[in-house]
């Protein structure tokens, strides 16, 4: 079944796959498997879990555990769901349901935001069936001492860096790969 994103995008001829391109709203787009995202995250060894672990959720935004390319992609995702808010005409609340689609296309998991507040410029997403989380059980046969979701962190950050209209981050509290029933995340 198709999302109603991409029905609307295949309807205005926004989205396509052509050649070997994914083509979206004028943008190029590739698609990587959960695997190949689960490895390029621990090619990096510059993440913090010792730091993480016995710090507070205070000092967690000070010691984001995440990969190096956390922050850089970060950055590009506010700069395309700028882009896209544009190009579709959405506001903030437009965009969250846009996002929460491409999530879906993506196959990046069901995100639903558990909490919103914009005056605090703070939200509590949750992300189900999460591709990453699923691939790490799948490719170790076990479960992981700590989060592993950095990729989508990143993605989930940048969303929310353009809609509160400030740099925040996302640190992933929950994940299904340690155990739990869906991977969370803590905006601020």
Request: proline letters at 2%.
């Amino acid at each position: 079944m198709l999302s109603p994103l991409l029905k609307k995008l295949l309807f205005v001829r926004q989205f396509s796959i052509d050649n070997g391109k994914i083509d979206i709203l004028g943008n190029k787009h590739i698609m990587l498997s959960d695997d190949v995202l689960l490895e390029l995250q621990e090619i990096d060894d510059s993440r913090l879990y010792g730091l993480i672990k016995d710090s507070t959720l205070n000092q967690l935004s000070k010691f984001v555990e995440h990969a190096k390319v956390y922050r850089q992609l970060k950055d590009v995702i506010s700069m395309d769901i700028s882009s896209l808010s544009k190009k579709i005409g959405a506001g903030s609340e437009g965009i969250i349901k846009t996002t929460q689609d491409i999530f879906d296309i993506y196959g990046l998991g069901k995100m639903t935001i558990a909490l919103l507040d914009n005056p605090k410029k703070q939200a509590v997403v949750r992300i189900s069936n999460s591709s990453i989380a699923e691939a790490y059980i799948h490719k170790n046969k076990k479960r992981s001492s700590k989060p592993v979701c950095a990729i989508t962190s990143a993605v989930i950050a940048g969303i929310f860096s353009y809609l509160f209209g400030k740099k925040v981050d996302a640190i992933e509290e929950k994940c299904k790969a340690k155990g739990n029933d869906f991977c969370e995340f803590i905006i601020k």
